[in-house]
């Protein structure tokens, strides 16, 4: 078994994984596998409890769940659980907390001071409300919603994806754009993505079928690659990149109760749908704008043949008189006559229960900073219907399996509308918690969400972080596209900059944004990160009063206390509390002459991105 979380990477090495379970990385190291949940609730707890333990404490003590207002399904179930169990709760996040928070989960930028300001004093009762139906509607929200679904669908140009070129890359860009823009309902996304057709320059969704090509192998290693991705993105079951090798049978005993009875010859039906679709090359040739292009279509005939001696799977090989296999869905439903195998495998997989439960796990995963079910693409079908408790010695696969059947009905009744789902998230009193809890935290509270988890920025939320406090905004020119990019959120894909201007590129790659391949984003800290938050070209070009307007602007004021009150909001989103403006003050007023101040200005704008607020999220 590998994991593959939402990217692929299939070896050619041929014969890696032998059907009697040879080489298995399941049965070498079963903990790799059995331990991911644990890992990351680990991860969010010590990360959370480390934040805790560098801030100043708030003051404000734990509270009861039946204290506290519930707003809507995730507050009657995550508030609800709380109060059952009697375990106090973190308190409501301030205002100034609040809108850092919600800022940077719907849009992925800061708040500007002004905002702030404005926000904190609102003394409307329904201003939280308000605050997030107009952050659903900037153009923000859309390019950094369409670079979530970039992640999800792995749409990038790198070296280990040479097939997609630029302009796929781009046209796939453009069109999730364009879906998160104009609300097209996710349904319809995956669903345009593994039926497209068309030329992959041309068509964006062409491009979900051109990553499915599979060297080393034959072509049934493309089509195995296909419904992989599909499966394992749209409906978190990333199991069947194990059961497209083998048996779910003494693989899958311990961490599937659906996985363990799916056979590898159900797989090789369900990659059978892909066996018709044809993805052919254009010629290069010079001047030819689809030079190295690719033509998504499909064929009249085909079937997921079983006579394979090579490749990145154990060999196919006929089973009693069967030499082929034709497409069924994991529901038992195979291709009306006269539809096309890719067209009725979408049909089914929009359709099918897990679908609106992975988007709603994934999507609760990326603002609550913990997934219900973790890890995310691997989702038990057996266990997640709350109506029905799985066998001995089986248990839900959450603590909060309605909630999660509960928002997957949701996203399903408003035809998967993904601002309606998000709202339905950042509404809620559980989303609103304080990240602070200064009662007694038990790790066993972390699966239940007792408190918000704090998360470290996104490589492109630092690079805009730093970017808008300056005052200076960067200029990406990016192949084929007509006007500079002045976001990180606006870029197409994560190997961009390719030029790598400013040293932009580096700087994002420092913080783990991965490769959307075969590197997923990470939230891990290291030291290059506190070393590029030193001593970076690109922090380096913002943190001088000559190259940046929002620092001149401070040199220009006379008054210590001024300054301090102009750049904490900047950096951190809030005000200076007493002991920091003391001790900024003094710090500024040493200075004697204008480029002593200057350098006192700078030096104290490189403290604040360096203090654990500005790489945090809380």
């Known amino acids: ?15 890696m994984f032998a059907q009697s379970g040879e080489n298995c990385t399941f049965q070498r190291d079963p903990e790799e596998f059995l331990l991911q949940q644990e890992r990351a609730f680990r991860s969010v707890n010590n990360r959370t409890m480390a934040l805790g333990k560098l801030r100043a404490a708030s003051g404000a003590r734990t509270v009861n769940a039946w204290d506290l207002p519930w707003r809507n399904m995730v507050d009657e179930e995550i508030l609800g659980r ?45 201003k939280r409300d308000g605050l997030i139906d107009r952050l659903l509607y900037t153009p923000e ?31 796939l860009h453009n069109y999730l754009l364009q879906a998160v823009a104009k609300e097209k309902s996710l349904r319809e996304v995956a669903w345009d993505l593994v039926a497209g057709s068309g030329n992959n320059y041309e068509s964006g969704p062409a491009n979900w079928g051109v990553r499915t090509i599979t060297p080393g192998g034959p072509v049934q290693d493309r089509y195995d690659s296909a419904n992989v991705r599909a499966a394992s993105v749209f409906l978190g079951l990333g199991h069947y990149d194990c059961l497209t090798c083998h048996d779910g049978r003494r693989h899958l005993d311990e961490l599937s109760l659906w996985g363990k009875s799916v056979t590898r010859m159900d797989t090789f039906r369900m990659a059978a749908h892909f066996s018709r679709q044809n993805v052919a090359g254009r010629p290069n040739i010079a001047g030819d704008f689809f030079t190295n292009s690719f033509d998504v279509t499909d064929r009249a005939t085909g079937t997921y043949d079983l006579n394979t001696n090579f490749g990145n ?7 009693g008189t069967i030499l082929n296999v034709t497409p069924e869905f994991r529901n038992g439903k195979v291709p009306a006559n006269g539809q096309g195998w890719r067209e009725a495998y979408a049909t089914e997989m929009v359709s099918d229960p897990m679908f609106a439960k992975n988007l709603a796990n994934r999507l609760f995963k990326q603002i609550f900073n913990l997934g219900l079910v973790e890890p995310v693409d691997q989702l038990d079908p057996a266990r997640l219907d709350p109506d029905q408790a799985p066998p001995e010695p089986w248990s839900f696969q959450t ?9 997957a009905g949701q996203l399903a009744g408003t035809d998967y509308n993904l601002r309606e789902a998000l709202r339905v998230l950042v509404s809620s009193t559980s989303y609103q918690l304080s990240s602070r809890y200064e009662g007694e935290w038990k ?34 020119t990016i192949a084929g596209f007509s006007e500079p990019v ?20 580096n700087f994002m790659d420092v913080f783990l944004r991965g490769n959307r391949d075969t590197q997923v984003r990470r939230q891990e800290g290291s030291i290059l990160q506190q070393l590029a938050l030193m001593n970076d070209q690109f922090v380096r070009d913002r943190m001088r009063v000559a190259s940046s307007a929002n620092l001149l602007a401070a040199s220009r004021m006379t008054d210590a206390n001024a300054i301090v009150s102009h750049l904490f909001p900047l950096y951190l989103g809030r005000d200076a509390n007493a002991s920091e403006r003391q001790k900024a003050v003094v710090f500024l007023s040493r200075a004697t002459t204008a480029a002593a101040k200057n350098t006192a200005i700078e030096d104290l704008a490189w403290t604040l991105i360096n203090k654990i607020d500005f790489l945090y999220s809380y």
Not at 89 to 110: H, N, Q, S
Not at 147 to 169: I, K, Y
Not at 313 to 319: I, Y
């Open 1 to 15: 078994m590998r994991p593959i979380g939402i990217v692929f990477y299939i070896s050619t090495l041929s014969g």
């Open 82 to 126: 709380l109060e059952k169990d009697r375990i106090p709760v973190a308190p409501l996040t301030t205002d100034e907390e609040f809108v850092r928070r919600i800022y940077l989960d719907l849009i992925g930028r800061l708040p500007r001071p002004e905002e702030i300001t404005a926000f904190v004093k609102d003394g409307n009762e329904g």
């Open 141 to 171: 929200f859309s390019y950094r919603w369409a670079a979530w679904l970039g992640d999800l669908v792995g749409n990038q140009r790198t070296a280990t994806n040479v097939n997609q070129q630029n302009d796929g890359r781009t046209a």
């Open 313 to 319: 799977r154990p060999n196919r090989v006929r089973v």
């Open 399 to 407: 603590k909060h399996v309605r909630l999660l059947s509960r928002l």
């Open 443 to 476: 790790p066993d509270y972390v699966p239940l969400y007792a408190r918000h988890y704090a998360r470290r920025l996104e490589a492109e939320e630092l690079h805009d972080a730093l970017a808008q406090a300056s005052g200076n905004l960067p200029s990406y």
């Open 486 to 505: 002045r976001s990180a959120w606006g870029l197409p894909d994560t190997s961009e900059p390719q030029n790598n201007a400013g040293n932009g590129r």
